[in-house]
């Protein structure tokens, strides 16, 4: 691949016995539609890989939570403990059961907290559902030993995490149920695919019902509301393929998340992921997490990476910052009054870089040495910390804990240019309410240049001994305030001429 082309957040690598297998599939079996030859073969040892008895597959990881939810026997007026950082999926099957989802804070490693589940269980807990995030294990010994003690289930979500372990069983083996994604961009894939793993003959028999209408025999009298989520005999041939490879390709995912971790080691503006103590992640995206020091936000970051031709992914939004839940009526819709601040602030500042099978070291690399290169010094972009718009007007909260001084107001003609001056010890924020600008930064003692745009509504916080100029690339107004009073005998401006760059 040159250096130029865009490096893909994942492609899916088929290079294995794929189109061997279909052509089977079409040619000899003549089964395309469910619960043909490779259908049962995938089922029956993906499910001994992970290390239960019964495997049920199904269309994808959305419709294996159903089943698990469902084949288990939760509904109408039971509780089920989700994370609060997770996909929507972990959510919206339990309400589609009449199941209400409770929310638990994450912890450092992106799962479920288990010191915060005892306080959410009620006397209508019956499950938990833990969810191994982004190939990350959750802590298992301790979720297990909570729904022990409270005679609860557990569902693993282990759809993005196939090979993760935790003192060496895998995930999905821990529970009463597992679930799992064959999606394109998984560890392996059918495009789109799922399968739940239990060790129960009845769970496992009742998902089969469910996932097929509801049908037994005689096959059109129903006991039960089921579904149709069954997997195709075509997109089974192609999943088996990619299980024969599965081992080699959660190792390739695992050298890929430590050339990250080694190119990112000391860098200190960025946190990277890290495996839990407790197990064995596989890495399935390899997310990281913009700090403040950073000098810009996530979704600036992510864009400029975008625009240099790396492509990323947003980390999932925390249920509790959900809209649907936040304005909804639905007494089955979880409680986001509580606090999740972990959970918030991960989901808030984290995406992952390009992690697919196909990407090369020297793609890693690439990407690392920009995403480094987007680092600001001396300056930090501020955005509004808090926003808020309703019948009244617009108020927009964009300074949090800090003290400002020399507060002033202004507006400047297109063109027109402030500062050329650093200070010695003054930190300036300045903010645009209209207008747009270009801020050009020089370290005095390094003579490194930086260029900062911002626009209407953004503005940047300026730290001390960089010299600074802010060129207006429109009529602009401004607010901007110091750190420091200065008086008319006292002032920490020193001349610094910075090449304004047209
Ligand atoms: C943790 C988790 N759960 C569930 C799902 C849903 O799987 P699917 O996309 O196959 O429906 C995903 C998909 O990315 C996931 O990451």
């Known amino acids: 691949m040159a250096d130029s082309e865009f490096i893909p957040t994942s492609e899916p690598v088929l290079d294995g016995n794929e189109l061997k297998y279909l052509t089977e599939a079409i040619k000899v079996n003549n089964w395309i539609s469910a ?22 597959a199904c269309s994808n990881g959305t419709t294996a939570i159903h089943l698990a939810v469902t ?40 799962c479920m907290d288990p010191t915060k589940i005892e306080e959410k269980i009620t006397r209508k807990t019956r499950a938990i559902m833990p969810v191994h995030m982004y190939g990350n294990p959750a802590n298992m010994e301790a979720i297990l030993k909570i729904a022990k003690k409270h005679n609860l289930y557990v569902i693993e979500d282990a759809c993005a995490a ?39 003959e009845n769970v496992a028999n009742m998902a089969r019902i469910l996932r ?39 190792k390739r995912r695992q050298e890929i998340a430590r050339h990250y971790q080694k190119l990112l080691k000391n860098v200190p503006e960025i946190e990277i992921m890290q495996s839990p103590p407790w197990g064995k992640s596989t890495f399935w995206m390899f997310g990281v997490l913009i700090k403040e020091s950073f000098g810009r936000t996530r979704d600036e970051v992510m864009a400029l990476l975008n625009e240099k031709g790396v492509g ?45 099978l196909g990407i090369t070291k020297s793609q890693q690399e690439r990407v690392v040495k920009i995403l480094l290169s987007l680092r600001v010094r001396g300056a930090r972009i501020i955005r509004p910390t808090y926003k808020r718009e ?42 645009l309410t209209s207008g747009s600008a270009k801020v050009d930064l020089i370290d005095v003692k390094t003579k490194e240049t930086q260029r900062i745009d911002i626009e209407k509504g953004s503005g940047v916080i300026l730290e001390p001994k960089y010299s600074h100029a802010i060129r207006f690339a429109e009529n602009s107004d401004f607010v901007m305030g110091k750190s420091i009073e200065y008086s008319n005998s006292e002032s920490d401006t020193y001349p610094h001429i910075v090449p304004v760059v047209q």
Request: glycine fraction near 12%; charge should be positive.
């Open 312 to 356: 990323t992914d947003l980390f999932y939004l925390s249920m509790s910052l959900q809209p649907v839940f936040k304005n909804g009526k639905n007494p089955l819709y979880p409680d986001i009054s509580r606090k999740y601040p972990v959970s918030q602030d991960v989901a808030l500042r984290g995406f992952y870089l390009p992690s697919g």
């Open 162 to 200: 196939h090979g993760a372990t935790v003192g060496g069983k895998k995930v999905g083996s821990m529970g009463d149920v597992g679930c799992f994604s064959f999606y394109a961009s998984k560890n392996i894939t059918s495009g789109e695919g799922g399968m739940i793993v239990t060790d129960d």
């Open 71 to 110: 084949s288990l026997g939760l509904g109408p007026g039971d509780e089920i403990i989700i994370p609060d950082f997770t996909i929507m999926c972990s959510a919206s099957m339990p309400i589609l059961s009449g199941v209400k989802p409770v929310l638990v804070d994450v912890d450092k490693y992106w």
């Open 212 to 250: 097929s209408q509801g049908f037994e025999k005689p096959r059109f009298i129903h006991r039960y509301i089921g579904f149709n989520y069954r997997l195709t005999d075509i997109q089974a041939a192609v999943a088996y393929a990619q299980f024969e490879k599965i081992d080699k390709k959660i």
């Open 390 to 431: 309703d019948e009244r007007g617009v108020f927009n909260e964009i300074l949090n804990g800090s003290e400002w001084k020399n507060i002033s107001l202004g507006s400047m003609k297109k063109g027109a240019v402030m500062g050329n001056h650093f200070h010695k010890k003054t930190k300036v924020f300045f903010f």
């Open 35 to 56: 619960n043909g030859p490779f259908t049962q073969k995938f089922e029956k040892e993906f499910a001994k890989w992970v290390g239960k008895k019964y495997g049920v």
